[in-house]
C-alpha cells in the first residue's frame, strides 16, 4: 500500500475492495499476530457534506475504527477565540479570556492515520476478548483469557435463556467478580475485560505488546474533533438535551455523559466528568480541547490507538 492511499481525500477515493484489502493489510501488519481480525465491518459516514467511507474491525474484543490522516489539521483554540466559537462559550457562560485558559492552545499538525477504539476503558482494566453465549466460544488473546476462564465460565453458569420471561434477554448487561467483568455486546455476546492493578506505565507496556498505544493530545484531538475547526466535535453549539451520545465526522461515538477524564501521553488529561442535567460551564469538558490535569490514574478512563506509519 501507498502511504498517500491512507490520507483522508485519496482514501475516500479508493474502491471497496481496495479500502478492504488494505484494512485487512493493517490488521495483520500492525498489530500482534495473537490477535485475531474476528470482524470487517464496512462504515459509512455522513457528517454536514463530509463522507467518509471505512471500517470497523473487531479485534480482541474490542471494535476499532480506520481513521485516515490528514495534512495541516488546524487543532486547538486560537487567541483571541474565534468568532464563530464565542456564541457557543456565551451559551454555556463563559467568558472567552476564561475559556481559553481551559483549552489548549492552537497548533497545525500532520495527522497519521490510525486505528482507533471506539469506546474506551476504565484504566483499571483491560479487554481481552468475547464469548459467545451460545457456543461458549471465545475469540482474543487466548493467553490472557485461560488463566481467568473458570471465572466467566461460572459467571455465566446460573444465566440461562430458559430462565428468562418471553421475550427478555436472560443475559444482565454487565456481570462482574473481583478479577473479570463482562459487558454485554450483542444478542448473545459478552466483551471480557479482566481487572488490573497497574500505572500508567504498566498500561503502556501492556498496550505496546500488541502494537497499541495512548494517543498524543493532539492526535487524540484531531479523532474527538474530526479534525473540524470548531469548539465541539459536532460543531460550535450545544449537544440536543437528552442526547448520551452525539457523532462526529469520522462517525465516532462522542459521549455527553462521561464519568472521569481520558489519559493521553501529555502532562495534561482530556475532558472531565459530566453528569446527567449538566449544564453552563460544566459542560466545556465536551470539547475535544479541553484540558484537565492528571488525577487519580484509578479513576481515569483510556481510549487505545494503532499509528500507521509507512516509511
Known amino acids: ?5 491512507l490520507m483522508l481525500s485519496e482514501w475516500n477515493a479508493l474502491t471497496e475492495d481496495r479500502r478492504r484489502f488494505i484494512v485487512t493489510q493493517l490488521g495483520r501488519y500492525f498489530l500482534s499476530p495473537l490477535l485475531a481480525l474476528d470482524a470487517i465491518v464496512p462504515v459509512a459516514v455522513d457528517y454536514f457534506g463530509n463522507h467518509l467511507s471505512t471500517f470497523d474491525i473487531l479485534i480482541g474484543g474490542e471494535w476499532m475504527r480506520f481513521v485516515p490522516g490528514m495534512p495541516n489539521v488546524a487543532l486547538g483554540i486560537q487567541d483571541p477565540v474565534p468568532t ?8 454555556l457562560g463563559v467568558a472567552a479570556p476564561s ?6 492552545p492552537a497548533a497545525v499538525r500532520d495527522m497519521p492515520p490510525m486505528l482507533v477504539a471506539r469506546a ?4 483499571d482494566e483491560a479487554v481481552i476478548g468475547t464469548i459467545d453465549l451460545t457456543t461458549q466460544v471465545f475469540a482474543g488473546d487466548h493467553l490472557a483469557y485461560m488463566p481467568v476462564k473458570n471465572r466467566v465460565l461460572t459467571l455465566l453458569r ?4 430458559s430462565l428468562a420471561p418471553q421475550g427478555k434477554s436472560a443475559f444482565a448487561p454487565r456481570l462482574a467478580d473481583d478479577a473479570v ?7 448473545h455476546v459478552y466483551q471480557i475485560a479482566v481487572k488490573r492493578d497497574w500505572d500508567q506505565a504498566g498500561l503502556v507496556k501492556h498496550l505496546s505488546r500488541f502494537g497499541f498505544g495512548l494517543p498524543d493530545e493532539r492526535e487524540y484531538e484531531y479523532l474527538m474533533s474530526g479534525g473540524l475547526d470548531s469548539l465541539f466535535g459536532w460543531g460550535n453549539r450545544l449537544p440536543e438535551p437528552g442526547l448520551r451520545y452525539v457523532p462526529n465526522r469520522f462517525g465516532l ?3 455527553v455523559l462521561r464519568s472521569g477524564a481520558e489519559l493521553v501521553r501529555s502532562a495534561f488529561a482530556k475532558s472531565a466528568p459530566v453528569a446527567s442535567g449538566a449544564t ?5 469538558p465536551l470539547s475535544p480541547f479541553y484540558r484537565t490535569r492528571l488525577g487519580d490514574f484509578a479513576t481515569m478512563r483510556y481510549r487505545k490507538i494503532a499509528k500507521v506509519e509507512l516509511n
Open 181 to 187: 467483568v463482562l459487558r454485554l455486546a450483542g444478542e
Open 158 to 161: 446460573p444465566k440461562s435463556a
Open 253 to 255: 461515538t462522542v459521549p
Open 99 to 104: 475559556a481559553a485558559a481551559h483549552l489548549s
Open 280 to 284: 453552563g460551564q460544566a459542560l466545556l
Open 84 to 91: 464563530q466559537m464565542q456564541d457557543a462559550l456565551a451559551a
Open 1 to 5: 500500500m501507498a502511504k498517500v492511499e
Open 120 to 123: 474506551s476503558v476504565r484504566t
